[in-house]
Nanobody, 119 residues
């Protein structure tokens, strides 16, 4: 079992910045990939960005504004969000795919953290 604990959400004015963190813990062998999704009211959950062993991949809507980074020693991923827009308002979820010690893949979600951008 894997636990993902997110932090860093909040209320910010348009043009501002926030940094989200997601720490993974539990009984797993290694993280295959880890990243962020978001879900705005009345909309489907969408990918924000994900990082595996190389560079991160981002949704077009956040390219150039958001940056994902990963601290492998801490099993933590960060989402630096700059130039925030009201349309970035959503619940942000951390997601990871891991290999357990039996080399089986598992997919896990965090509880979500609210990001609200005021105009």
């Amino acid at each position: 079992q894997v636990q993902l604990v997110e932090s860093g959400g909040g209320l910010v004015q348009a043009g501002g910045s926030l940094r989200l963190s997601c720490a993974a813990s539990g009984n797993f062998f290694r993280i295959i990939n880890i990243g962020w999704y978001r879900q705005a009211p009345g909309k489907q959950r969408e990918l924000v960005g994900v990082i595996a062993s190389g560079d991160a991949n981002y949704a077009d809507s956040v390219k150039g504004r958001f940056t994902i980074s990963r601290d492998n020693a801490k099993n933590t991923v960060y989402l630096q969000m700059n130039s925030l827009k009201p349309e970035d308002t959503a619940v942000y979820y951390c997601n990871t795919e891991v290999l357990d010690r039996g080399l089986r893949r598992g997919d896990y979600w965090g509880q979500g953290t609210q990001v609200t951008v005021s105009s």
